[in-house]
DNA sequence: TCGATATTTAAATAATTATCTAAATGTATA
DNA sequence: TATACATTTAGATAATTATTTAAATATCGA
């Protein structure tokens, strides 16, 4: 779950996370959000593929990105937890 | 709410939440619960103060830590906004 | 007021992360 | 198969963050 809370740590990680949850995207649609090189964004997405918040499929020349909301919410469980909104507040990691 | 998401980044961080989350403790208490040096301990406090989660106040020669779940509640919607268990999900900054 | 305790601040360094340009890889199509 | 397009990987550098030791600040109690 540490990798998660680092990919969202990043202003620009979380905006891909948005506009993932709108449709999915391919790499290039996504960096003409950002006015960072195509490298960097693409950095970016390798973070957030890592800590298992996007998932990548290549189709032909391009690959598309999708939201993986698994993790996601892995990570709202944790707030839940925290704030008490949450059922369960057994210990966990972390 | 960038601050936040970066504060929540860090492990140590984390888990002293966590332990505020319990009760109100006292830096050196807290610093008790790491390997870390206390100046270390002191900047992690500085790190959730800064970003609002949570409090301190000087309670004679100690000062005493705090839990503020407000912003921490902001990040928890954040999520619930993105995993679609929100009520309502219309486009907020970040 | 002096010495002990609690904590932070300062200054230095090490480690991590973000970003760029240039090059490499994979796919499509003329 | 040569060329163009989409994307990633490599290598370099700059910026940020984490950590430490040493010094400073604040409070307590004799």
Redesign the pocket.
């Known amino acids: 779950m540490n990798e998660s809370f680092?990919a969202l740590?990043?202003p620009?990680?979380r905006q891909i996370i948005r506009l993932l949850r709108e449709k999915d995207r391919?790499?290039?649609?996504i960096?003409d959000y950002f006015?960072?090189?195509?490298?960097?964004?693409?950095?970016?997405?390798?973070?957030l593929k890592h800590a298992g918040l996007v998932q990548?499929e290549?189709?032909?020349?391009?690959?598309?990105?999708s939201l993986d909301t698994t993790v996601l919410e892995e990570v709202l469980g944790w707030f839940l937890e925290l704030t008490g909104t949450g059922k369960n507040s057994s210990d966990k990691e972390d």
Chains 1, 2 share one sequence.
């Open positions: 680092k740590a990043d620009t990680r391919t790499a290039g649609e960096a006015q960072m090189t195509k490298p960097s964004i693409s950095h970016h997405l390798s973070a990548d290549r189709k032909g020349q391009f690959i598309v990105y």
